[in-house]
């Protein structure tokens, strides 16, 4: 079945630093592709999504691409603040039945930012 | 407008105990999702319904029962409880069309 690969964590940086977490997939088809963010205590939210190769999601300063060939979404932000600390998914979507979204993540990657 | 709420938010439960999970959204979506996250696997999909009267295994349905008791509402019930089912147990929806799922704060359930 399809799979999401991270890298593992835990991630730590200094404020201002530049970001990167890798996240490579194995799919059948060309699935969707996310990064979910979970604030401590809170649930998954959005952060960014691509749906098709050489697409290019960003958000709140962070990007990620598509990359088809390499079957990649790594994750990147130019300069973080202490307030991006918290866990990053990774996931795909898979169809399910009556066309429902399947979402299959990565194990998480835990950041923290020192000030 | 509340999102997706759950409850309840911690539980201890001894082996062989049942219980249920609630999940409840109010932005009339179709799809719900339960997951269960535990260290160092990410969130996995223990069952799903696309649309009020379907539900569908995911994953790891094993040990747990799910009802979609109107579009709103979406339960999840461990009817013998193990200490392998220890987890945060999140739930989801999403809108028709849509990418983004929307998920709940979590319910933290320990199986003693």
């Known amino acids: 079945g399809d799979s999401v690969t991270q890298m593992e964590g835990p991630v730590t940086l200094s404020e201002e630093a530049f970001l990167t977490i890798n996240c490579t997939y194995t799919?059948?088809?060309?699935?969707?592709l996310f990064w979910y963010v979970q604030y401590p205590g809170e649930g998954l939210q959005l952060l960014l999504k691509?749906?098709?190769?050489?697409d290019k999601g960003s958000n709140k300063g962070f990007e990620a691409t598509y990359r088809k060939e390499t079957t990649s979404f790594h994750l990147e932000k130019g300069s973080v603040q202490v307030s991006d600390s918290a866990v990053y998914f990774c996931?795909?979507?898979?169809?399910?039945?009556?066309?429902?979204?399947?979402?299959?993540f990565g194990q998480g990657t835990r950041l923290t930012i020192n000030p | 407008n509340a999102g997706v709420t759950q409850t309840p938010k911690f539980q201890v439960l001894k082996t062989g105990q049942s219980m249920t999970l609630q999940c409840a959204q109010d932005?009339?979506?179709?799809?719900m999702y339960w997951y269960r996250q535990d260290p160092g696997m990410g969130l996995r999909l223990i069952y799903y319904?696309?649309?009020?009267?379907?539900?569908d295994k995911g994953e790891v349905p094993n040990g747990y029962n799910v009802s979609r008791l109107n579009k709103r509402e979406f339960s999840l019930r461990l009817e013998s409880a193990a200490p392998s089912q220890t987890s945060v147990y999140f739930c989801?929806?999403?809108?028709?069309?849509?990418?983004?799922?929307?998920f709940g704060p979590g319910t933290r359930l320990t199986v003693t």
């Open positions: 989801a929806s999403r809108a028709p069309a849509s990418y983004e799922q929307y």
């Open positions: 799919a059948t088809g060309y699935p969707s």
């Open positions: 691509a749906t098709k190769a050489d």
């Open positions: 996931a795909l979507s898979e169809r399910g039945v009556q066309g429902a979204q399947k979402l299959v």
């Open positions: 932005m009339n979506h179709n799809s």
């Open positions: 319904s696309a649309s009020e009267g379907t539900t």
